[in-house]
């Protein structure tokens, strides 16, 4: 309910959290904070129209409400020359409350490290990742060229996939991107099966472990020899296809 900024430091708490032994139902309710977070009303058709003009009408929308939403952004489903599409946008909060948010969350996690000082997790640290991701996260222009970058270098990989961003369809509030079907990884580590890689290999044809290999060697392969790699690889951004 307070908005993309918490969401995000939820996010970051959760990965830097230990949920070796917390049950299925509690897992879902834990990774719900990436892709499934309560959405912001807003007038998607007015804000697209104010964004692209007169191109808004070559989108048609599936719904005026978001199929997903994350800390910052929430998507909504279209079809943009006979393809389907995301519309990815920027949360209003985040427009709003951007300085007020991280200004409050830095007084109020110093506070609580100040009280839980046996916690196992380091709020502050978590806090300045937050401040440095915010920034860059709502950084739509970046965000775009760094989507192009990233899939002319893996165009011809054999595992990842990388879908195409409309970059004429792209302004400061919205990203426009192709949308592609699969499972979300949020959706399998939840989900009460006990034998995760069969269950993949039966349903998808894929070898999980073999995907999530080649994953990590581009992740890290990007961070060193190429000139970056996807920033926020968290479950709700990859999909098994």
């Known amino acids: 309910y307070l908005g993309g900024i918490y969401i995000k430091f939820l996010q970051l708490m959760v990965l830097n959290d230990d949920m070796s032994d917390i049950n ?70 985040v427009t709003f409350f951007l300085r007020f948010d991280l200004a409050l969350l830095s007084v109020a996690v110093r506070v609580v490290s100040f009280i839980q000082i046996k916690s196992m997790l380091d709020f502050v640290s978590v806090f300045n990742d937050l401040k440095n991701i915010t920034l860059q996260e709502i950084d739509y222009v970046n965000e775009v ?21 409309y970059a004429d369809f792209s302004t400061t509030r919205i990203i426009v991107q192709e949308r592609i079907d699969g499972v979300p990884l949020t959706r399998l ?17 894929t070898d999980l472990t073999y995907v999530m290999e080649e994953l990590a060697v581009e992740l890290l392969a990007g961070s060193l020899v190429n000139s970056g790699s996807h920033a926020d690889p968290h479950p709700g951004n990859i999909y098994l296809m």
């Open 24 to 93: 299925i139902a509690g897992l879902e309710d834990s990774l719900s904070v990436y892709d499934q977070v309560k959405f912001e009303e807003l007038d998607i058709k007015k804000l697209m129209s104010a964004e692209l003009g007169d191109d808004a009408q070559k989108i048609e929308l599936d719904s005026t409400s978001p199929f997903a939403a994350g800390s910052f952004a929430q998507g909504y489903g279209g079809m943009l020359n006979d393809k389907r599409v995301i519309i990815k946008v920027l949360r209003p909060s």
């Open 189 to 205: 580590f939840s989900s009460d099966v006990e034998n995760k890689l069969d269950y993949i290999s039966e349903n998808l044809g």
């Open 145 to 165: 060229n760094n989507a192009i970058l990233i899939a002319d270098q893996l165009e011809n990989h054999p595992v990842i996939y990388i879908p195409h961003t």
